[in-house]
């Protein structure tokens, strides 16, 4: 079992940042893909950023290209999310989850196996 846990998230307006932290713990193991999620009240939850096991393969959603930024320390377990420029379209609870064991970063959710309980962003205008 592989355990989640988000933090990190809270009220800020636009054009502020937010980091979000993701802490794994459990039977962790760095060779997996890890990658955030977001669903905004009343729509679908959607592919916001992943990385690759070393680091240095990423992939990001449109909408956050350029002012999102994922990272991750091996070491510690942990993945990081920093959002900057941040918009009122950017408000959702944030998932943490851990992808397949694979060099390609696959965006859908259903690859992900485990997921992190949330937590909430919201960008007042």
């Known amino acids: 079992q592989v355990q989640l846990v988000e933090s990190g998230g809270g009220l800020v307006q636009a054009g502020g940042s937010l980091r979000l932290s993701c802490a794994a713990s459990?039977?962790?193991?760095?060779?997996?893909?890890m990658g955030w999620f977001r669903q905004a009240p009343g729509k679908e939850r959607e592919f916001v950023a992943a990385i690759g096991w070393s680091g240095g393969i990423t992939r990001y959603a449109d909408s956050v290209k350029g002012r999102f930024t994922i990272s991750r320390d091996n070491a510690k377990n942990t993945v990081a999310l920093q959002m900057n420029s941040l918009k009122p379209e950017d408000t959702a609870v944030y998932y943490c989850?851990?992808?397949?064991?694979?060099?390609?970063?696959?965006?859908?959710?259903?690859?992900?196996?485990?997921w992190g309980r949330g937590t909430r962003v919201t960008v007042s205008s």
């Open positions: 459990g039977r962790t193991s760095s060779s997996y893909i």
């Open positions: 989850a851990r992808g397949p064991a694979t060099v390609i970063i696959t965006t859908r959710g259903r690859d992900y196996d485990y």
